[in-house]
């Protein structure tokens, strides 16, 4: 018989890519989890890491058993669903995460809807972009998640996970008040490929998006990077440069700023996830439906 706890150390190596990282999510020491690993692999008969430049990778015996075992958390999850339900009415806890602007104006109001129209149900909330929200749902410190697609999210093969679109959150050029684009109803980018740009950080999951949206029109000049957009916000208004900002950001009110739409329609998209199977939950499945009634409000 397979140890469960021991496969999901082997889960976790799998997930975070080395088994210092894997050990310390888990709250194990490095030793540990190794030999946690080392265990399940003499129960089996079969290697299951082996050594790669100063690291480990998992063998093929390792890669054929988490198969198997992403498929047993999946079974293991239903079981609970169907031991827990209440005749499909959302109660109990519910764990959302989600990015800053997502939190903002898409988790709150769902949390307050849900609050009114299911009071058994009680919703906890956290604040973490991509990567920790998929670790938190991998943790099982999380039932639901609104993450921003990126070329880092895990693929959408990936069975651990069901990622379902959201909506698709057009980026706006905002310019200050008096600008030359500031009274067009849309402008093309290349009209601004002159002017001095504010991107986001380089470690900001929207800087590929922008940078991706501008190199079209142009090598855009980036002069300054901020990580909030209400910061981008106050250096536009001092006049020191134009930036292309999703519509769901809500943007310090009264500043000498204007937004203009853009042709080309670019955008990013964003995501529900859950763990396989989760979304048949009924409490997410009540945040989900809250959710896809907001989401075309939001960006209207």
């Not at 079974?75 to 800053?100: K, N, T, Y």
């Not at 329609?265 to 996830?273: E, G, M, W, Y």
């Not at 859950?274 to 945040?287: I, Q, S």
């Amino acid at each position: 018989m397979i140890d469960l706890r021991r496969l999901h150390v082997l889960r976790a190596v799998a997930h975070y890519g080395t088994v210092t990282a894997a050990a310390g999510a888990l709250h194990f020491t490095t030793s540990a989890a190794s030999q946690q690993i080392r265990q399940l692999a003499r129960e089996l008969g079969v290697d299951l890491l082996e050594p790669q430049g100063r690291g480990v990778r998992l063998t093929s015996a390792a890669e054929s058993l988490l198969a198997h075992a992403d498929a047993i958390q999946a079974r293991w999850e239903q079981a609970e669903l169907d031991l827990r339900a209440d005749h499909g009415a959302p109660a109990g806890l519910l764990r959302v995460s989600g990015f800053p602007v997502a939190v903002s104006v898409l988790l709150a109001p769902m949390a307050a809807r849900l609050r009114e129209r299911h009071p058994r149900l009680t919703v906890r909330m956290r604040e973490a972009e991509a990567p920790t929200g998929f670790d938190l749902l991998f943790e099982g410190e999380a039932d639901l998640a609104v993450v921003e697609a990126t070329i880092f999210n895990p693929p959408l093969s990936d069975d651990r996970f069901d990622q379902q679109p959201l909506l698709d959150d057009p980026f706006d050029l905002v310019v200050p008040e008096g600008h030359p684009l500031a009274g067009r109803d849309r402008v093309d980018l290349a009209e601004a490929a002159r002017e001095d740009w504010i991107a986001p950080v380089p470690d900001s999951p929207c800087r590929p998006h922008v940078l991706s949206a501008c190199g079209a029109a142009g090598t855009p000049d980036i002069v300054h990077h901020a990580r909030d957009w209400n910061v981008m916000a106050h250096l536009i208004a001092h006049g020191l440069g134009v930036a292309l900002v999703p519509r769901l950001a809500q943007l310090t009110p009264h500043l000498p700023i204007t937004r203009v739409r853009c042709t080309g329609d670019p955008h990013r998209k964003l995501l529900t996830c859950t763990r396989g199977g989760g979304h048949a939950r009924p409490a997410v499945a009540a945040a989900l439906a809250e959710l896809r009634e907001l989401a075309p409000k939001a960006v209207a």
